[in-house]
């Protein structure tokens, strides 16, 4: 981890140092430096609907594969657990398989929109451009805090458990949990 933040740190200077000079040239001209930040603002808008636009294709297959598949009883041991902890065992599961099918994008476009807001204040003042529905809630948190509060009860099964059920691959997967828990039988 601190070689990582030493290199980040190393090349966020050397951009930094780089850029200097430049920047003085520009802030001798404010026609071209306006110029060049409005264009620096477009193409991060630009750049965070193309992000978001992938996004957004992304999860609808994600959510299509989970909403269609349901686990076969057959491949679900027979373990120790409460109907409870079978529900919460099988609702973290399915975040976490919608989470990896996801993979990186949804930081990607928290980023991207992060970047994008802060680049338009800068050059504006404020932020005035409609993102649509969009907004650093949705992206960053939407959801989250129901997820990670089954993701405390999911803590609570027995370790060994909990390893049993994500070795199966079937459960690495988006696949439906009601469904599935109805499948159980449970």
Not at 63 to 69: A, I, L
Not at 154 to 179: G, H, V
Request: charged letters at 25%.
């Amino acid at each position: 981890m601190a070689a990582v933040t030493k290199t980040w740190v190393a090349l966020c200077a050397l951009i930094v140092g780089c850029a200097a000079p430049e920047l003085s040239v520009r802030q001798k001209d404010p026609t071209v430096r306006y110029s060049y930040t409005t264009e620096v603002v477009e193409l991060a808008l630009e750049k965070m609907q193309d992000v978001l636009a992938t996004l957004e294709k992304k999860v609808d297959a994600c959510g299509n594969e989970r909403m269609k598949t349901v686990i076969p009883p057959q491949v679900l041991p027979a373990l120790p657990l409460s109907d409870r902890e079978w529900e919460m065992a099988m609702a973290h599961l399915s975040i976490k398989a919608m989470d990896d099918c996801v993979g990186r994008l949804r930081g990607d476009a928290v980023l991207a929109y992060t970047r994008f807001r802060d680049f338009e204040k800068q050059v504006t003042g404020g932020n005035a451009i409609d993102t649509g529905y969009y907004n650093l809630e949705l992206l960053c948190c939407m959801s989250v805090f129901g997820s990670m509060e089954i993701e405390l009860e999911y803590k609570k099964i027995d370790p060994k458990i909990r390893q049993t059920l994500e070795s199966i691959p079937e459960l690495r997967q988006p696949f439906n949990p009601i469904r599935t828990r109805d499948a159980m039988g449970r």
